[in-house]
């Protein structure tokens, strides 16, 4: 039987990243995930803000050209606002490869990466696997999703407020098209959130998400007919790609950590209420927690556990928590036509242009952490 410092379940950015950092201080560390394969069950649309690249190392290969537009649409698709960044504000990255290179970070720095490998439940560090040998561990990271089984066995807080998301990828023609991202708020398309279609000139990404008790006619439906008439023009006859998943909007989980194990990514709620935006807030939780575990591991003080608190860390989120409830009220075609129209004048056109641009992220933990297994500034 094998014995690790410690075993991360689910092998996404958040499990791969914690991984990495954690070996990279020294520690022992596998990774599992039930998939045989990172490029299969992507469900993100791989979105990346400008602060997640001006903060961490994605290559420049693995994104998509930069959007600087964006257009806000009402029901009836009549009179978008625009709104212009004069900086590339996002970029649409290739998720199979940029799991595959944060697998190779994750191996190149000692951790042990298993695919194929299926989590069953784990008891006083005695962690099962199916039709694969168990494996002792000192901690446990559940990097496993929204409706994370590592979160249960652990006794921590588990997601209860989820959108159901769905998309399709098709690629586009080289200059056929000029970048834009737009966002159709619609609650016939998507209650509670909105239609979208993210196009950088590469591929467009067409996609809706709403609160699953809300869709009469199911996501596929949905997702369908508002692909036939998305913005941006119809996609085209080729190669699409569906993906799809729930999408916790509840914000930070309050109970993340236990002496035995904490949660990053998802599985945390470490998404944003509002947007359904995560890549973000998965990369800097997962510096917090890897921080927080070498230290806890170094000198077993379960104080230290205490720096990854949720409720601390939901005071960012109250602000977008609240208007989550907003956004979920919008139920009528007309509710959200008034929607638009107020986010027409100045002062909500600068209230999108915060949201949908601002310089602001979650958590606060980049270059000013430290660190917690050292006493050192992390760099």
């Known amino acids: 039987m094998q014995t690790v410092d410690v075993l991360v379940v689910g092998a996404g950015l958040a499990g791969l990243s914690t991984a990495r950092l954690l070996a990279g201080r020294g520690l022992s560390v596998m990774v599992v995930d039930r998939r045989r394969s990172l490029s299969t069950g992507v469900r993100t649309t791989g979105i990346f803000v400008r602060r997640t690249l001006d903060d961490f190392d994605v290559p420049d290969r693995l994104l998509g050209p930069g959007v600087r537009d964006v257009l806000l649409y009402p029901p009836s698709r009549r009179a978008p606002i625009r709104l212009t960044s004069d900086r590339d504000e996002y970029r649409v990255a290739d998720m ?25 439940d784990t008891t006083m560090g005695f962690v099962r696997f199916a039709g694969a040998e168990p494996v002792t561990t000192r ?25 159901v998301g769905a998309e399709i990828v098709h690629p586009i023609a080289s200059g056929t098209t000029t970048p834009a991202f ?8 998507a209650p509670g959130y909105l239609g ?9 990404h067409v996609g809706v998400a709403g609160y699953p008790n809300a869709m009469r006619t199911g996501i596929r439906h949905l997702l369908d007919a508002f692909a036939a008439d998305a913005p941006g023009g119809k996609p085209p006859a080729g190669p699409v ?21 904490l949660l990053v990514g998802d599985a945390a709620g470490a998404v944003s209420p509002l947007t359904a935006g995560g890549l973000d807030p998965c990369l800097r939780m997962s510096e917090l927690a890897a921080a927080v575990i ?28 609240l208007l989550r409830r907003v ?34 992220s979650f958590p606060e933990v980049g270059p000013r952490l430290t660190d917690l297994a050292t006493g050192r500034p992390h760099r």
């Open 196 to 204: 979208w279609v993210i196009d950088d000139g590469r591929h467009a």
């Open 139 to 163: 901690f446990v990271v559940g990097a496993d999703g929204a409706r994370s089984r590592v979160a249960r066995d652990l006794g921590l807080d588990v997601n209860r407020r989820f959108l």
């Open 96 to 120: 199979a490869a940029v799991y595959e290179h944060a697998r190779r970070a994750a191996e190149s720095a000692g951790a042990r990466v298993l695919l194929g490998v299926r989590y069953v």
């Open 182 to 189: 737009h966002c159709v708020l619609d609650p016939r398309i």
């Open 241 to 261: 790609e569906r993906r799809g998943g729930p999408i916790p909007v509840g914000g930070v989980l309050r109970r993340l950590a236990c002496p035995a194990g």
């Open 294 to 321: 070498a230290g806890y591991l170094r000198t077993g003080d379960q104080r230290v556990l205490s720096r990854y608190d949720g409720d601390a860390l939901r005071t960012r989120f109250r602000g977008r928590l």
């Open 327 to 360: 956004f979920a009220g919008i139920r009528s075609p007309a509710a959200a036509e008034a929607a638009v129209t107020a986010l027409r004048g100045r002062a909500g056109r600068a209230l999108a242009a915060r949201t949908l641009f601002g310089d602001g």
